[in-house]
């Protein structure tokens, strides 16, 4: 089966799988860390420049572009959700070593033109997908696919409650890669029982409940879990770029069955709360609903270093923002970074009211 | 021409400015000496050379009072309209109304260069969290917060989509700040898929019909929003004499690029060439005047070229400069190493391009925007700029980084990959910032490197 590597949140994964394609989600090396083993070749053969570390270059944008271009994938699907992320696309086609589909997702999304341009895309990714030998699905079939998903994700955040920070996070990528449910960590195995409750609660009645929200967090961050469960924390709302908070909606029973791919486009690029959004109003409002609803205590944002339009919107956060804010820039020396971050984590965790 | 072309410093020009006075000099009204800009806060001036013409004097004053125009539109009830992003699209159509002034906010860019440290436009980004990561364009916040530049437009146009990050994201802090923006959609530009309807634009690239219809559904929606913010009609009628009293200035600057990068000896400095093709982008918020302007620049280089005359040595090294320089003094450095302009993409070449005049008007802007090479990938601005280093037989390329651009982190490395593989000159990618004194010494030894390259 062909396999396609994606890492936007804006591109539906039941549009992928319904096309007969495996959907991989891009997990593979640590954004920040050079390893040589990286060290790859250019379009002539001669020894590559690495994305990675060169200035001004977001980290993760150049991670993904580094290995995505060693990929053993049939194509790669990258999205214009930032600036970053469509230079690095048009570098990996620029390079020539792996079909990159760029897709064009708006910032403006309050206008049909925008839908109109959305949908566009998923018809042109479909030629793709077709070229690749995958087949263009009825709608039937799509719908099926979509109810598959839908219950996957509904059965994820039925137990995300009982679920570590960092087993959450690799769910909410799995749940991005298949319906199936026995790809995810076990329950039982992640359940915050007594012996792998935080160690120390700074409060009676349980741990600090925060949410953490920003860009992409690779597997290699999930350790920013264990130190926030260590210093008596738990995440209860993972709304980073890959988190929770980019989910689409629970798709409608009805629309699903009428137009199913109008309905895909309308939970995804309809109703995505994200960043690049032209207005962003509506990640405020997600913010603002899912911090009450889940009352917590405080929220840390964590951004990649030359990510603009998290970096701009630090300040409105920490305006905005109910509870206290600690802003998390993950720069490109890992090693500065880790120890950094740590403490910063424990002193904010011993602030909180 | 009295006197023969040469670049002159800050302290020289009061003298010449006497000078053309007692000769007769005609100035509009916002003409005088320069110094009373360096004296009122543009102290960069006093650290560059400029050209002697009475033709620059005019360009320079025009391009400083840019502020001072704005805030008397404001005074006699013009409504005032700033277009974000957008280079050389949307001014356009502001321009075919009446009473209306369009400028360019994203222009502070320069104020840090211009004011030196005097200007706290940085700081006060600074404390509104946005800070050096960020291009020199973060200077717009801090001038829309301190409010001691131009004055507050009455709307705010914004592209997005296929543009920087850096835009985008202090766009929407400006949002929040309180002031309505109007987004409209670019999208990044792809090339035609086999079989797919394919539309030329202008400047050579090719886009997919559904990008031009999209984007022309885009413009609809802004005309249609400058009508009723205006309460002036802004038919195809309208539309057409703006396209044409813009394609006028185009066509100057056509010409006085080809003269200005072609001649031997370098007819006008690479300083003056670049304010000059800084008009095409919004006019400097008087478009007649703009024309006006151009019309005198070109007849000096025109009377210079017909007399043999230039203002740098003959068979100065032609480079090729790709992207504006925060700082404007790092052009007067280039010359002083023995280099000169042959060619530039300042990011904004499609404003130089001719607005095709026998389309529907919204169709042909729609094509100008989708013909911005910053809309498409970063092959497609090689390429562009392969051509015109062809055209203008540059020698070298110098990509001048902007610090904290989205786009800088990459984009060099395929213009330079590109330039070598294609036409195997030397390039080199330099980092400007808004002030380089600190950084001159080593600009210096990079940029004579590349010259003594070329002059062997
Ligand atoms: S972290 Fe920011 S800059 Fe990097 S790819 Fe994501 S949105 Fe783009
Ligand atoms: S220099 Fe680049 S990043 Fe800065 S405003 Fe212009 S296009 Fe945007």
Redesign the pocket.
Known sequence: MNTILYASPLVPVEWLAAHGVRPIWWRACDPRRIDAADCDVDRRGEPGSLLRGRRGVCPLAAAVVDSAARASASAVVLTTTCDQMRYAASWLQYQRRLPTFLMNVPSTWETETARSLYLAELERLSRLLVALGGTRPSNEALAEVMRDFDGARARLLGIRDRLLGRDLAAALITVRETAAPNEWPSVADSVPSSDCRPHHDLRQGGPLRLAMVGGPLSESDYGLFDWIEQAGGRIVLDATEWGERTLPRVFSAESTRRDPLSELADAYFGTIPDVFRRPNHMLYEYLSRELSARHVHGLILRRYLWCDLWHAEVAVLKACSPVPVLDLDASDSEASSSERTRGRIEAFLEMLP | MNHPPRRISLEDWDQRYAELVDAGLHEPAYGGPLRRHAESGDRRLTRLQLDNSAAALQLWNFLLTEEQRLRQAREVGWQILGTV?DLGTIPVMAYALRRVVAFYP?GA?WLPCLMEDQTRVLQTADSLGIDDSF???RAMLGAFANQAHFPLPDLLTCSVGA??D??SALAQRLERMGHPILWWEVPHRRQPEPGEPAIPLPGGFHAPACQVALVQAELTRVRDALQAWSGQPLGDRQLRAGIGAANRVRKLLGELRWLGYTSEPCPLPALEMLVAEMLAIHFCSDQPESIHVLEQLLAEVRARVTAGLGVLPKHAVRVFWVNPVADLRVMNLLEDVGGRICGTEY?FCHALDLIPEDLPPLEALARCALADP?VGPPQDRSQRICREIRRFGAQAVVISR?PG????GLEGLVIADMVRDRLGIPVIEIEVPPITDALEPSLRTRLEALIELQKR
């Not at chain 2, 651009?405 to 800088?408: I, L, T, V």
């Open positions: 992003k994203d860019w291009c020199p364009v543009t920087c850096d835009v990011l910053m902007i651009a989205s786009h800088c």
